[in-house]
């Protein structure tokens, strides 16, 4: 079976949603970069493609907390806004 291959960009993305993920289930001692390739169906010298250090990664997963804050401020601005 032949693994689907994605972009830089996707593979980011769907590294640091695992390791929201990992936080989120297991807490920051759950994060490590053997699990979260795992989660992500790669193996661990993958993610070093992608990222330095698991340092970058939860740089890459404050990014994406600060992305997602900012969507439901943004949401909610508005719909204060109507009312």
Known sequence: MVKKRYGTAVRHDQIAEAALDLVRSEGTRGLNVAAVAKRVGLVPSAVYRHFK???????AVLALIQKRVESLFTRYSAFTLII
């Open 53 to 59: 250090n698991k340092s970058e990664i939860i740089d």
